[in-house]
């Protein structure tokens, strides 16, 4: 019940490990030619944008393969003309890095305004009221990354944009377990990690990509630069005959974000797991994720625990719920192989397809073996 912290891998997505490992070990050895010997994974790792923008309900020409959603939020932060007199809308429920990168905004002029949560909602007349013309971006984590909360993200595209502001997203939270509709919605920019819901394995084997709307891809430039910056053409010319960059002139399309170097193997894992995510249906996998998710909400509430959550199934993916000394709690479940994580005040316990109405009832036999409610 761990999943907002690490999701687990499907066997299938194990076994396409071990087959890139060994393939990559044979080509090491002299047993596959050198250096094409990877090849047929290089196109998996490529589908990996077409299989997320399905994920996500995008284009695949917005998809760019980024290290990890810090670097995409980051990268999209870099782009927005934030400036003295702009603003940057947010909440205190924002995730620490989100908080951070707006936060360094501050050093472009602009400045940041936090919404201050009520009982873990953050309600969209507060949005109303405090995005103006002036405003660049508001910024979100999709859900609240500790109690689960959910943004209205269609609601909240069309207040941005009704003042030409951009609505930028931290979707590591909910991609995988919420059946996105990234286009329909009005999102601008979403940035993921894989080491969570869409089950891309361990964080230190992650990767990430970067979503952005098409009418946005050839509209701003990053402050970082690199090979994939030029043209294709442009490249061959300066590695292999003569250097002819006298003059900055970056290339069309989403691949000149793709700056960074890219661990092959964390895509080609990836692609694998969201594939079995498409397999199962977003819609499906959402529904069950929301039935465990009202299953632990009635026990809870029976045993008159507190939750940090919404009640209603609309307005949350996971929960948090309050428990008297919560991190020693979590230890004692964590003995009983009951994983959960400690998170502001509570206990975040976050559900995937893959866990059943009956782990969830047992969670709360558990939690009432080793404490009360607070």
């Known amino acids: 019940f761990d999943t907002a912290v690490t999701g687990a891998m499907p066997e299938s997505t194990l076994k396409v490990v071990e087959a890139y490992a060994a393939d990559y070990v044979a080509m090491f ?41 810090s670097t995409g939020i980051n990268t999209v932060m870099s782009m927005l003309p934030s400036r003295r007199g702009t603003n940057i809308v947010a ?49 979100v984590d999709q859900p609240s990354w500790f109690n689960g909360y959910l943004y209205d993200l269609k609601a909240l595209a069309e207040v941005c944009h009704d003042h030409g502001a951009k609505l930028v997203i931290d979707g590591t939270q909910s991609i995988g377990n919420l059946a ?15 080491y969570k819901w869409v089950l891309g394995g361990p964080y230190g084997q992650a990767a990430g990509f970067l979503y952005v709307t098409k009418k946005l891809v050839d509209e701003y430039q990053p402050a970082y ?5 030029l043209t294709p053409e442009e490249s061959n010319i300066n590695t292999e005959d003569a250097f002819t960059l006298y003059e900055f002139k970056p290339r069309k399309g989403i691949e000149r974000l793709e700056i ?11 692609e694998n797991s969201m594939r079995v ?32 959550t919404p009640n209603e199934e609309d307005r949350r993916i996971y929960i948090n719920v309050q428990v008297p000394d919560f991190k020693a709690v979590g230890k004692k479940l964590a003995e009983r192989n009951v994983i959960v994580s ?12 893959y866990n059943t109405e009956e782990e969830a009832v047992a969670l709360v036999k558990a939690l009432c073996e080793v404490t009360k409610p607070r």
Request: hydrophobic content about 40%.
């Open 29 to 69: 050895r002299g047993q596959r030619p050198w250096p094409g010997g990877l090849s047929e994974w290089g196109k998996r790792r490529a589908n990996s944008k077409k299989v997320f923008a399905e994920v996500i309900g995008g284009s695949e020409a917005g998809v760019a393969c980024v290290p990890n959603a």
């Open 342 to 353: 400690p998170r502001i005040g509570g206990l975040r316990i976050s559900p995937h397809f």
């Open 91 to 139: 909440t205190n429920l924002s995730f620490p890095m989100c908080a951070t990168v707006v936060n360094k905004q501050r050093e472009r002029g602009a400045k940041p305004k936090f919404l201050k949560h009520k009982k873990g909602v953050v309600a969209i007349e507060q949005f109303e009221k405090a995005v103006n013309d002036k405003t660049v971006a508001v910024m």
């Open 225 to 229: 630069v690199g090979g994939q910056s």
């Open 277 to 308: 995510l498409l397999a199962h249906g977003m819609k499906n996998i959402e529904k069950q994720v929301k039935t465990v998710d009202n299953v632990l909400v009635e026990e809870l509430t029976k045993k008159h625990f507190r939750l940090q």
């Open 180 to 194: 996105w509709e990234a286009d329909r919605w009005g999102v601008d920019f979403v940035a993921c990690s894989t």
């Open 260 to 270: 960074y170097s890219r661990m092959e193997l964390s895509y080609v894992a990836v």
